[in-house]
């Protein structure tokens, strides 16, 4: 069973976006999938860890790319977040490689399922009209 599911109550009103909060939140799901599955070991969760973290920096590089290009008013604000979220989830992968478990597995599956909700349906949506009004869709 998946952790979350995109519905289009999760959309930011840029295509681009969508999909890629999509595939970031297909990654989450087989992430509380190997929690679930009892697949804690670094041979299993090791290769999902660089999927998830590299997917994000990608993503948050579109983002910012486009904060850039549009002179978004808050970019600096929003891209702290992005760094504060890399700083996190920096912290639970040097915990998980001090001691991987299920336990650490299922508190980062619910940290992100809590803050992707969560920066999606805040900070992302803020930049929606904005966006908009420069022809991004
Ligand atoms: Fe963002």
């Known amino acids: 069973m998946a952790i979350i599911n995109w519905t289009e ?3 930011v009103g840029v295509k ?5 909060h999509q595939n ?3 990654i989450i799901n087989r992430m509380y999938a ?4 009892n697949k804690f070991a ?11 973290f590299d997917y ?3 993503h948050f590089g579109t983002e910012e790319h486009y904060f850039q290009i549009y002179n978004y008013p808050t970019k600096d604000e ?4 992005h760094n504060q979220y890399r700083t ?3 912290g639970f992968k040097d915990r998980y490689d001090a001691a991987p478990s299920p336990e650490i597995l299922f508190e980062i599956s619910n940290f992100l399922n809590e803050w992707w909700i969560w920066h999606i349906n805040n900070t992302d949506r803020e930049y929606t009209k904005y966006f908009n009004a420069n022809g991004l869709v």
Not at 16 to 20: G, K, R, S
Not at 42 to 52: D, I, R
Not at 78 to 81: E, F, G, S, V
């Open 24 to 26: 970031l939140i297909a």
């Open 42 to 52: 670094k041979t299993e969760a090791e290769p999902l860890f660089k999927e998830l």
């Open 16 to 20: 681009e976006l969508d999909h890629q």
């Open 9 to 11: 109550e999760y959309s």
């Open 78 to 81: 929003h891209t702290d977040i």
């Open 56 to 58: 994000a920096d990608y």
């Open 88 to 90: 996190k989830m920096q």
């Open 34 to 37: 190997l929690y679930k599955d």
